[in-house]
């Protein structure tokens, strides 16, 4: 994964935008995720998180990760950990199997104004990685309850 730093017209405004980024490994510790064989989605994930913190740190961005190691973090404290600071992005990687092959690729969720990036992440991904390409999704995951809910 990567976040590109050559300023082009569409990336400058949106890096300008992001200075803070909240990187979430998925599922870990009790919750292994998906697996194939012996390899389980959690040990995946937060390799890859890793990766990209590296890089995005390289990059100059703030990176604050939800989890470093093999521990469980609830959904809700995942979340807030980026509302606590006000972070610009929230990235939540996961490696998702499924029993049918033909469905693969990389998948980009994003919620509100985020469209944008999601659409430059999900792009600059797929033409990194050389996988299927399926697309960007405004995916609410997980809202804080509210008095109105």
Do not use: C, W
Request: hydrophobic share 30%; proline share 3%.
């Amino acid at each position: 994964m990567y976040i590109p730093t050559k300023t082009t017209s569409e990336n400058h405004s949106i890096q300008q935008e992001i200075r803070q980024i909240v990187i979430d490994p998925g599922h870990g510790g009790r919750d292994p995720g998906g697996h194939r064989g012996n390899v389980e989605e959690k040990a995946i994930v937060l390799d890859v998180a890793k990766r990209v913190k590296d890089k995005l740190l390289y990059d100059g961005y703030e990176v604050i990760m939800t989890r470093e190691r093999d521990t469980y973090i609830s959904l809700e404290n995942r979340v807030s950990v980026a509302n606590d600071l006000n972070a610009d992005l929230f990235l939540s990687i996961h490696a998702n199997t499924a029993n049918d092959s033909s469905i693969n690729g990389v998948e980009t969720h994003y919620i509100g104004d985020s469209a944008s990036f999601a659409r430059l992440l999900q792009t600059t991904t797929v033409n990194r990685v050389n996988m299927n390409d399926r697309g960007i999704f405004e995916s609410p995951f997980y809202h804080f309850p509210t008095e109105d809910s």
